[in-house]
């Protein structure tokens, strides 16, 4: 008879997936972590059983049931990274094909008491319309048609289904704010990390973030408490873009917005990572997010503030990590598991 909670993670070949199963392993009331990722995981996991599998694939149902998982926490619902990261097809096809699979796999499992889900507040968008807080049951006002955000809302809608057909789990949704910290790479902090930082002329967007140890602490509780529902998850306070690109000591460069959208198309091919589009409406709008749900239901209280979280990551960030160049003056799945102890 378990002793304690067995917990499956996914993306733990990721700095922030593996951290979190770490901290889990260590966590009264755990008696195992399973970590899962497709990647091969080169840091040591301590205390974590690493399975090399693709959550895409039918097989990670044989992972969750036969080693009598009750916790998943997925936390490979994740945007792009414009270093070294995956393209979007690939991206989407795990974000949205991983989930359904993973998901179809939970609904098999008898014992599964709790799903944990990273979602993010992409899935809110940004747009002028946009209201100063979104609370957990607005819906978008400029509904996201592509990228990330277009995933988020997926993802959202499969979990949403498996909820209704399995009342008996407890179904606990994050949307974290952007995130932010000394060991986060993100399209935003590749953003911030640019020499000369291109803004959108005539906007100065409203910037609500958190701290990438927030994060783990928030998923951290959510995975031990067993809340249900859906939470936004952010730092007190707003940054606007032009104070947090003064505060990071970034010369910038203002540009029409359609140009700013356009400019990773321009600059990928000399291999710099400028903004997609869906970053640019980012920058251009911002997005905020209401929290008192996080505070009195979820009981979750950031350690860092928005500007205390910036100033950190601005402490901690070294030089801007790619050359770009002088800004033009005009712009017109395959299985693979194979348990590996960790």
């Known amino acids: 008879m378990a002793l304690g ?26 008696e195992r972590v399973i970590g899962v990722d497709v990647a091969p995981c080169h840091r040591h996991l301590d205390g974590v059983d690493f399975v090399r599998a693709d959550i895409r694939n039918p097989v990670i149902a044989t992972v969750v049931a036969g080693q009598t998982v009750d916790t998943v926490v997925h936390m490979s619902v994740q945007a792009a990274q414009g270093r070294g990261g995956h393209g979007r097809t690939p991206t989407k096809e795990h974000n949205v094909i991983g989930t ?70 407890t179904v606990t949704t994050l949307r974290p704010a952007h995130l932010i910290g000394s060991r986060t790479e993100s399209p935003l902090s590749d953003y911030f990390s640019l020499p000369v930082v291109p803004t959108p002329f005539g906007f100065d967007a409203r910037l609500q973030l958190l701290h990438e140890n927030d994060l783990l602490a928030a998923m951290e509780l959510a995975t031990l408490q067993g809340t249900h529902g859906t939470f936004n998850v952010a730092g007190d306070g707003i940054v ?67 500007a205390s979280a910036l100033a950190e990551y601005a402490r901690s960030s070294g030089p801007a990590r790619v050359s770009m160049p002088r800004a033009p003056q005009s712009t017109s799945p395959t299985a693979e598991a194979g348990a590996v102890s960790g």
């Open 5 to 30: 909670r067995v917990v499956l993670v996914t993306g733990v070949s990721s700095d922030l997936g593996g951290r979190l199963a770490c901290r889990l392993a260590e966590a009264p009331g755990v």
């Open 100 to 169: 359904m699979q993973l998901l179809a796999a939970c609904q098999k499992a008898p014992g599964l008491e709790r799903l944990v889900v990273r979602s993010s507040a992409a899935g809110y968008g940004s747009s002028s319309r946009d209201p100063a807080r979104f609370t957990e049951d607005m819906a978008a006002r400029s509904v996201p048609r592509s990228g990330f955000g277009k995933d988020v809302l997926e993802v959202e809608g499969y979990v949403r289904g498996f909820s209704r057909r399995r009342p008996d789990v």
């Open 240 to 306: 606007m873009l032009s104070q947090a690109l003064r505060r990071l000591g970034r010369p910038t460069i203002a540009l029409p917005s359609l140009a700013l959208a356009g400019l990773r198309s321009v600059l990928g091919p000399a291999g710099v990572s400028g903004p997609d589009r869906e970053l640019a409406t980012y920058l251009t709008f911002g997005c905020g997010l209401d929290t008192r749900q996080m505070r009195e239901v979820l009981g979750f209280v950031p350690e860092h503030s928005t």
